[in-house]
T-cell receptor, first 113, second 114 residues
């Protein structure tokens, strides 16, 4: 049962434009949602998170939007830069207990010059 | 500052051989520790997590086991590797439950079973 889904395996965006990465979830008990960025042969690094009681969180070029009624969140990167090319994982967590992070399948973002 | 060390970076093992991957965390006490596996097209799958020494929870039935002999040491093992055990294994840590602190990952181990 895939509780967190990223239905787009890849996305290609021109440098300077906006990148929008999407994520859907099924479990309404999730407390936080997180985005991770991963380069090849490296571990994922934390990018940005949002509490389930908020609908937007912004950090520099990165903004995460949460639509609880639709069980959908998105990561906006603007302007997109070549260094943003990586695999992006959406993740969700229920903070009670052992903090098990549930990940989506990932979306490979390619920024074209 | 906290750091996480995971080794080896790459490993090629024959089918039926044993496995031992080690992960250590520095700069924090009583962390939650996790083993994830990234398989092609399947994202990051949680294999094991531990909230304390000797406490291991398994998420999926499999050919692997985990142990936590010390507070900041997490080991992933197998007695006999299968071809399907190939993948990218990631160790991670976080602070105790009750917070929303993100997981911090090591650089991973690429395991190829031949």
């Amino acid at each position: 049962d895939q509780q967190v889904k990223q239905n787009s395996p890849s996305l290609s965006v021109q440098e300077g434009r906006i990148s929008i990465l999407n994520c859907d979830y099924t479990n309404s008990m999730f407390d936080y949602f997180l985005w991770y960025k991963k380069y090849p042969a490296e571990g994922p690094t934390f990018l940005i998170s949002i509490s389930s009681i908020k609908d937007k969180n912004e950090d520099g070029r990165f903004t995460v939007f949460l639509n609880k009624s639709a069980k959908h969140l998105s990561l906006h990167i603007v302007p997109s830069q070549p260094g943003d090319s990586a695999v992006y994982f959406c993740a969700a967590i229920i903070i009670q207990g052992a903090q098990k992070l549930v990940f989506g399948q990932g979306t490979r973002l390619t920024i074209n010059p | 500052s906290q750091t996480i060390h995971q080794w080896p970076a790459t490993l090629v093992q024959p089918v039926g051989s044993p496995l031992s991957l080690e992960c250590t965390v520095e700069g924090t006490s009583n962390p939650n520790l996790y083993w994830y596996r990234q398989a092609a097209g399947r994202g990051l799958q949680l294999l094991f997590y531990s909230v304390g020494i000797g406490q291991i929870s398994s998420e999926v039935p499999q050919n692997l086991s985990a142990s936590r002999p010390q507070d900041r040491q997490f080991i992933l093992s197998s007695k006999k590797l299968l071809l399907s055990d190939s993948g990218f294994y990631l160790c991670a840590w976080s602070v105790r439950p009750g917070t929303n602190s993100p997981l911090h990952f090591g650089n991973g181990t690429r395991l190829t079973v031949t």
